[in-house]
């Protein structure tokens, strides 16, 4: 009898150490990925704080885009008013505007019938 129960402690002992050394490798192995992912993470976390960055810098490359674009838009509005104000037929656009008749525009403004009544036609009252 005192066998039978040193037989079975040693395989009780046996079948521990056997355990024990599953746990062993197992942890290890759940080092190694553990690690792995850890190095993911970190990497992931640098990929992250890069695209933070590019995106900063392009919102404020669209920023100054943006302003950029108003002074140009305000410029080509006070361009295309110049211009507009330049043209010889400028004044009289404006009195046609205002509901100057066609002898009116002849004689003030020296043009030739044909030319007052295309004015007129072209840029006078749309009620017409």
Request: charged share 25%.
């Amino acid at each position: 009898m005192d066998i039978d129960l040193l037989v079975i402690v040693a395989l009780c002992f046996s079948l521990l150490g056997l355990g024990f050394l599953w746990l062993a490798l197992e942890q290890r192995k759940l080092k190694s990925i553990n690690q792995v992912l850890a190095e993911q993470v970190d990497s992931m976390s640098k990929d992250i704080a890069g695209l933070c960055s590019a995106a900063v810098t392009v919102d404020s490359r669209i920023a100054m885009s943006a302003e950029q674009m108003a002074d140009l838009l305000d410029k080509l509005g006070d361009y295309e008013h110049k211009e507009s104000e330049a043209s010889p037929y400028h004044s009289v656009i404006q009195r046609v505007r205002s509901g100057a008749g066609e002898q009116e525009l002849i004689k003030d403004c020296g043009l030739s019938r044909e030319e007052a009544a295309l004015l007129i036609k072209v840029h006078g009252s749309r009620s017409n």
